[in-house]
């Protein structure tokens, strides 16, 4: 099952422009990933941050976390016609209460940048 | 640093057939992970290996697929016999450790299956 859901589904934008993809889950969480993933290929992790952290930067990347509304974004400034792609989040959340903890992905962002 | 190989890339077999997909992990990456991606989903946990252990097979379907991970390096997830859900992205993945929180999957490119 997924536990976290991407917003929007699809988004495109011109080159330039700023991106921002939202993610909601449904369990407590140790840290929630963005990975981004080009078409075909397999997945690339994008940052990490952790329950206890509210903000983190990487390059272009801004990520938000809100525990209390179980949410996160991804901002990407100045976006580039190479940052088209998918981009999942995920957590590492219990599976069903049990004692397997395993990343969870969403249905992720299909970002277009238009040139 | 060659990163996580998978073959084939693509696979088109008929239902019933029996199917394996081979992956080789960054060298030195302890965990390893198979992953089933249907088209327009994220990646859903299949089965999680540490070194030759399987520690989490509670997604596998284990009445058709298995998975195999000798010398705790390349593994091998086998379908058989294949039905037409099975059409998929099987993606692998590895982690030098075995925390969920702090090591980084890296992802190889996946298998494509389509069974027809």
């Known amino acids: 099952s997924q536990q976290g859901e991407e917003d929007p589904q699809a988004l495109s934008i011109q080159e330039g422009e700023n991106a921002t993809m939202n993610c909601s889950y449904k369990?407590?969480?140790?840290?929630l990933q963005w990975y981004r993933q080009n078409s075909g290929r397999g997945l690339v992790h994008l940052i990490l941050?952790?329950?206890?952290?509210r903000e983190k930067h990487s390059g272009r990347l801004r990520v938000t976390l809100d525990t209390s509304k179980k949410s996160s974004s991804l901002l990407i400034t100045a976006s580039r016609a190479a940052d088209t792609a998918s981009y999942f989040c995920a957590t590492d959340a219990n599976d069903s209460g049990g004692s397997n903890y395993k990343l969870t992905f969403g249905k992720g962002t299909l970002l277009t940048v238009n040139p | 640093e060659a990163g996580v190989v998978q073959s084939p890339r693509y696979k088109i077999i008929e239902k019933k057939q029996p199917v394996a997909f081979w992956c080789n992990p960054i060298?030195?990456?302890?965990?390893l992970y198979w992953y089933l991606q249907n088209l327009g989903q994220g990646p859903e946990l299949l089965i999680r290996?540490?070194?030759?252990?399987?520690?989490?097979d509670s997604q596998l379907p284990k009445d058709r697929f298995s998975a195999e991970r000798l010398k705790g390096v390349d593994s091998t997830l086998k379908i058989q016999p294949a039905e037409l859900g099975d059409s998929a992205v099987y993606l692998c993945?590895?982690?030098?450790?075995?925390?969920?929180?702090?090591?980084?999957?890296?992802f190889g490119p996946g298998t494509r299956l389509t069974v027809l």
């Open positions: 290996y540490e070194n030759e252990e399987a520690v989490d």
């Open positions: 993945a590895s982690s030098q450790g075995t925390s969920l929180s702090t090591d980084t999957q890296y």
């Open positions: 369990t407590s969480i140790n840290n």
């Open positions: 941050i952790r329950s206890n952290e």
């Open positions: 060298s030195g990456h302890n965990t």
